[in-house]
């Protein structure tokens, strides 16, 4: 995708709410986290979160992830 004119690869998650609170989400965007750096040798990767979503943000935090700006997408804002 491309933020701020600036091309990135983003790191997402969507999981239906009753598979919500059991550790599904960080354990598969860990593994992604991994994946992208170790197998793909990617420099970076990011994340947009819905601002206000803060199940989604704990899940960044955890895989060491960090908010850095907010942005506005297709008119919503997005913690990056």
Do not use: C, P
């Amino acid at each position: 995708m491309e933020i701020d004119s600036v091309r990135a690869v983003e790191l997402g998650y969507d999981f239906r709410s009753d598979y919500w609170n059991q550790g599904y989400a960080t354990e598969a965007a860990s593994a992604v986290r991994d994946h992208a750096f170790h197998e793909l040798r990617l420099g970076q990767l990011i994340r947009l979160i819905r601002t206000g979503n803060i199940a989604s943000k704990r899940v960044a935090e955890r895989i060491a992830m960090r908010f850095s700006t907010e942005v506005i997408r297709n008119g919503k804002r997005y913690w990056k």
